[in-house]
């Protein structure tokens, strides 16, 4: 089952702060955070395994509610370069099988 | 250089053809996975392996489509006898540990005609 995002889409200004949520119906063992630019590969962004645990770099963060079964990716000061399409991926046990929502498509305007 | 890469970048086949798409993982990464992606759309998990052993094939839509890692580091994709709808961008991905991050490479866009 295809965990799923929201919001769809979304609009920034540069500086402001934006949450995309994942859930899934599933019970989850991990969620993993990638971010795509048109035309690029998806690079990854962070990890979060089973355990609450939150996680963060730069001005990027993120939360994992296994009770839940729920993830959310924080942006902070939003920057031009943020602009993209964020999925996470999910897995439902220790396992290399990620399914992958449906994604978000962020744009941060100046 | 250092990342996944994918070989061809563009191929473009006749309905009824085999196509044969290339991955060469990171240098040293145990896992590999084989996604396919859609315009638009997050990557659909295909199959994935630890060193040569292929884990998990749940993903391969159906017999026409296998994945091969004889040596454990570079994979295969085959689909035989190829139809409109597996057009796509397939997309491969390696990763250092099992179940760790994965670098994913620029993919293979493929055109049935």
């Known amino acids: 089952q295809q965990p799923v995002q929201s919001p769809q889409a979304v609009i920034l200004r540069e500086g402001e702060d934006a949450v995309i949520n994942c859930s899934s119906s599933?019970?989850?063992?991990?969620v993993h955070w990638y971010r795509q630019k048109h035309g690029e590969a998806p690079v990854f962004l962070m990890i979060l395994l089973k355990g609450g645990e939150q996680k963060g770099h730069d001005k990027i963060s993120a939360s994992f509610n296994e009770k839940k079964q729920q993830s959310s990716l924080y942006l902070t000061a939003s920057q031009l370069s943020y602009s993209g399409t964020y999925f996470c991926g999910t897995a439902s046990g220790n396992t290399g099988k990620l399914i992958f929502g449906q994604g978000t498509t962020l744009q941060v305007k100046p | 250089g250092a990342g996944v890469s994918q070989s061809p970048r563009y191929k473009v086949t006749k309905r009824g053809q085999d196509v044969a798409l290339r991955c060469d993982p990171i240098?040293?990464?145990?896992?590999l996975y084989w996604y396919r992606q859609a315009l638009g759309q997050g990557p659909e998990f295909l199959t994935y392996?630890?060193?040569?052993?292929?884990?998990?094939k749940s993903g391969l839509p159906n017999d026409r489509f296998s994945a091969e890692r004889p040596e454990g580091s570079i994979s295969t994709l085959t689909i035989q006898r190829t139809e409109q709808r597996d057009s796509a961008m397939y997309r491969c991905?390696?990763?250092?540990?099992?179940?760790?991050?994965?670098?994913f490479g620029p993919g293979t866009r493929l055109t049935v005609l």
């Open positions: 599933k019970a989850l063992y991990s």
């Open positions: 392996f630890n060193y040569e052993a292929q884990q998990d």
């Open positions: 240098s040293g990464h145990v896992s």
């Open positions: 991905a390696s990763s250092l540990s099992p179940y760790g991050e994965q670098f």
